[in-house]
């Protein structure tokens, strides 16, 4: 008795599960036999095909990829150690930011690469999610106040548990334990934040974050709303509200290190070489720091505002429910009307319109 060692399928095979081609020969492989066992080593291979499927139909697309992300790199390492002596910037985040070229370029790689490759393997964007969790925290770590840096990390954690217990314990009665215990444990640090003489009241007295405080006390009450429907048995109503409240305030900390690293980058541009060879900037550089800061931050605030909405679940449902209402159809006779139907419509006659005067006579 022997056995087979399968590398596609990373298994042993026993010399019964073998073709029957086998014993008839008195234990020699025989012709058929090597055809049989090709047919099964493709057969394996196809297990791992699907997880590279997608690269492999868009091979010129990571092909770009790779060659846009050395050649940042490249540039980030050559360009930034110049700016050590002298900041572009006086804000001291700002600064910190750039004082980690790597950890910036990064953070700007996995954004381009969740845009890029949506719809890549699922193992592969839990992979870049997890990435950029910590990309984001090392930032946060670096940039936020001394006193927040503990916070950040434990929201990191938070955020990483939440998402890989969703992959391994959906629908289970430990998803359900985890589920209970991170929301808990949440809203114990709430409790110590916004207590009196916490830090949540501190920042608020010092920096005026008004918002800051509304989003923790509406966080709060989420938790105990999940809570409370957990161990009524609301499973998936406490899932959704600890998920929504853990992933809405991850998601407020990378959309402000976004807002925090495109600002910095915009600074280190404006200020360079390069930056300056247009006149706009020579002249009004400073005029045109404010207005991409400005719609940076605005950028900023949607992003954050969508990302907290597809946490809660709802934003999803929304445009389903939308996009059902305008592809609805209504049946007049031998029409057929629908709101999507007319607009499009609408558009096809204004843009003949709009070409009609400019056709030769």
Known sequence: MFSINWTGQKQRCAINSLPSTIHRSGGFFTPQTFVELGKRSLNGSKVQAPKLRGFTKHRSRVLLYFLFAIGLIAVVLRSFPKLRTSWPTDDPSHIECLRHPLALTSFVLLILFGLVFARAPADVLRASQVLMVVTVVFLAARILDQRLRRYAVALGLFSVLNAISVQLTSGTVLRRLVVLLLAATM?????????????????????????????????????????????????????????????????????????????????????????????????????????????????????????????????????????????????IGAISLSILGEFSASLRNGGCSCVAPLAPI
């Open 187 to 331: 809203l114990v640090v709430m409790i110590m934040l916004l207590r009196k003489g916490g830090l949540i009241r501190v920042l608020v007295e010092e920096r005026r974050w008004n918002f800051l405080s509304f989003s923790c006390y509406l966080g709060s009450c989420f938790l105990v709303l999940s809570i409370i429907s957990n161990m009524v048995g609301g499973v998936s109503l406490a899932d959704v509200l600890a998920s929504g409240t853990i992933f809405g305030a991850y998601y407020g900390l990378a959309a402000y290190i976004f807002y925090t690293v495109f600002t910095a980058l915009t600074y280190a541009f404006t200020a360079s070489e390069f930056g300056r060879r247009s006149r706009a900037i020579r002249l009004h550089r400073d005029l045109v720091n404010q207005r991409l800061a400005w719609l940076l931050r605005k950028v900023a605030w949607v992003l954050w505002a969508v990302a907290v909405l597809f946490g809660f679940q709802i934003l999803s449902q929304t445009i389903s429910e939308i996009g059902a209402i305008l592809r609805y159809k209504q049946q």
